[in-house]
């Protein structure tokens, strides 16, 4: 693990994400993709994570630092959620690793969120995606990390600029000054190569994932599988019930 991504959802994780691994060359655990395409163990584990943030205790202390070592474990960065609410563990897992935080304009941040939790939020999701595996964890996943987020920034959902200046606040708090980074996506290459220490990529342009509508086509896939599967299974149900009956026509 050479870099802690720390800035929040929608501040250009996408596109940091796909930067990294041409500068890293190697894999980066981008939370939202990884959760949502990974096994059932993976979005379970940091489901547990959150659920037991803050620890009350050393062992459990120990318990959310180890499953968090076991899940990033391989990756040279870790961006998005929730690594990004988990920094203060992250850092102490990876002494050297640094921190950078992905910034942008607040306001647009905070629209941008509102936007977010109107595509998550509808309770017809659950029943969409029950039949879909890991996705259908989701919803779950979901209310756990708004739960992390009021306990961490005071706040309830949707997020306001409030929670995007106390993440900052939080990371200053968190993280020693001569490792915490701030960088803006759109200044491209030159300033996050000079804080890594890497060479610009040359003829290369820097990565530009609108995360807004990467997170939108993805939702609209996952909720057509869902709706596909559920079509699926009442077909099923529906010609096995004809043929049942049918077949007990037969018989009477």
Same mark, same amino acid.
């Given at each position: 693990?050479?870099? /802690?991504?720390?800035?929040?959802?929608?501040?250009?994780?996408?596109?940091?994400?796909?930067?990294?691994?041409m500068l890293l060359d190697g894999p980066v655990f981008h939370g939202g993709t990884q959760l949502c395409l990974g096994p059932e163990a993976e979005i379970k584990s940091w489901m547990k994570v959150l659920s037991e943030w803050p620890p009350?205790?050393?062992?459990?202390?120990?318990?959310?630092?180890?499953? /968090?070592r076991v899940r990033t474990?391989?990756?040279?960065?870790?961006?998005?959620? &929730?690594?990004?609410?988990?920094?203060?563990? %992250?850092?102490?897992?990876? &002494?050297?690793? =640094?921190?950078?935080?992905t910034v942008r304009d607040d306001e647009a941040w905070e629209r941008s969120m509102g936007g977010l939790n109107d595509e998550v939020s509808?309770?017809?999701?659950?029943?969409?995606?029950? %039949? %879909? @595996?890991?996705?259908?964890?989701? &919803?779950a996943y979901v209310q756990i990390l708004i739960s992390h987020w009021v306990k961490l920034y005071g706040e309830s959902n949707p997020p306001t600029v409030k929670t995007y200046h106390r993440h900052i606040a939080y990371l200053k708090?968190?993280?020693?000054?001569?490792?915490? /980074?701030?960088?803006?996506?759109?200044d491209g290459w030159k @300033?996050?190569? =000079?804080?890594?220490?890497? @060479?610009?990529?040359?003829?290369?342009?820097? @990565?530009? /994932?609108?995360?807004? =509508?990467?997170i939108q086509t993805f939702a609209m896939k996952q909720i057509k599988r869902g709706l596909g599967t559920w079509l699926l299974c009442f077909s099923i149900i529906g010609v096995g019930s004809f043929m049942l009956f049918k077949a007990w026509g037969t018989l009477f």
């Open positions: 693990m050479q870099v /802690i991504c720390a800035g929040l959802s929608r501040t250009g994780t996408s596109s940091i994400s796909r930067a990294l691994e009350t205790n050393a062992a459990m202390e120990q318990e959310i630092l180890n499953t /968090i474990d391989g990756y040279v960065a870790i961006t998005d959620a &929730p690594g990004c609410n988990l920094v203060q563990e %992250l850092v102490t897992l990876y &002494p050297d690793a =640094k921190v950078v935080c509808p309770s017809a999701l659950h029943f969409i995606l029950f %039949l %879909l @595996p890991t996705m259908r964890l989701f &919803p708090s968190v993280v020693p000054p001569e490792r915490l /980074i701030f960088y803006d996506v759109r @300033p996050l190569c =000079k804080a890594l220490d890497r @060479p610009v990529p040359e003829d290369v342009p820097f @990565p530009n /994932i609108n995360d807004g =509508k990467a």
